[in-house]
């Protein structure tokens, strides 16, 4: 726990300083979460604000401080979901607006621009990208908490409220699917110098 | 399989260090607290409008209560809405006009009446 539970009981109970302290104490967290969520660091303010504000009106609902940073992270989970839905609708008419050779200069622009190391990172979160944008949201975030954010089974069956069992076929199905992608992104390239 | 098993945990790894933890700019806290209390001044006038809203419908409900259980004053001045259905029927057709249609009133019932 990063605060005390007495700051969240006097939060619960309507100190406005108390909640701030709450929000103070885990922003930084939930952005790096939000952020490898959605993969947009432009947007991850927006989705964090969201959190927050659903944080201070729900805060009554939550029983025991315990479970605070499971709820937080529930919170967290239902606005990233929300957004990256909200975000595949407009996604075809985004891509639309700009060609593939605008795109491509663009990145080459910027690539420009950085040096080497963040380069490959750049290439490295654009690819895990790429590869979480193949299957749903929901197993996106799954995979996300599971993998890249280290959380535990116990940590996830308090967040989901579904049991390990389920939630180990879940994981296991979303891994397969992102799998899949990652074994065709492989193969691609290989065919296409064989076939060159 | 197990080679891109491996390749993929390596690169969600490398994906978490590629995007690392960092902290708000200076605007985000003013800003969510404007947003708090955008919505806790629409709440509050949802929660006005709605005690509003059941103060009128409980008075109207009274007002409802009221004319349906108190017979109205003009009613009971008018002698045709005077006494049960059976009453105003049996004034309106006397025993003299029923006889004259062939229509007679068991002696039982006249004597207990």
Request: aromatic fraction near 8%; glycine fraction near 4%.
């Amino acid at each position: 726990m990063l605060v005390d539970f007495e700051q969240i009981q006097k939060a619960q109970a309507g100190d406005d300083a108390a909640f701030n302290r709450v929000v103070v104490a885990y922003r930084k967290r939930i952005f790096g979460t939000i952020a490898r969520l959605i993969g947009r660091p432009e947007d991850v303010e927006d989705v964090a604000q969201e959190v927050f504000l659903r944080l201070y009106f729900s805060l009554d609902q939550l029983r025991t401080p315990e479970v605070f940073e499971p709820w937080l992270y529930r919170l967290t989970v239902n606005a990233s979901y929300d957004y990256l839905r909200r975000q595949r609708r407009r996604s075809e008419s985004r891509m639309a607006d700009l060609s593939e050779q605008q795109v491509m200069m663009a990145d080459a622009v910027a690539g420009g621009k950085q040096s080497h190391e963040e380069q490959r990172r750049k290439q490295v979160k654009e690819f895990v990208e790429s590869l979480l944008d193949t299957v749903s949201e929901e197993d996106r975030i799954l995979l996300t908490l599971k993998e890249v954010e280290g959380l535990s089974l116990k940590e996830l069956e308090k967040i989901y409220s579904v049991n390990e069992n389920a939630l180990k076929v879940r994981l296991f199905r979303a891994r397969q699917r992102v799998l899949k992608a990652f074994e065709a992104s492989q193969r691609k390239p290989a065919k296409a110098e064989a076939g060159g | 399989m197990d080679k891109f098993y491996d390749e993929l945990n390596a690169l969600l790894s490398e994906y978490r260090d590629s995007v690392p933890d960092f902290d708000a700019n200076a605007e985000f806290m003013p800003k969510l607290w404007q947003r708090i209390d955008a919505r806790r001044s629409v709440i509050f006038r949802m929660k006005r409008l709605t005690q509003v809203f059941v103060a009128g419908a409980a008075a109207l409900c009274l007002l409802m209560a009221g004319v349906l259980v108190l017979p109205p004053a003009s009613a009971s001045n008018d002698p045709a809405l005077r006494g049960s259905y059976a009453d105003i029927l049996a004034e309106s057709h006397p025993i003299e006009s029923l006889a004259a249609l062939g229509i007679v009133r068991d002696a039982s019932e006249l004597n207990g009446k």
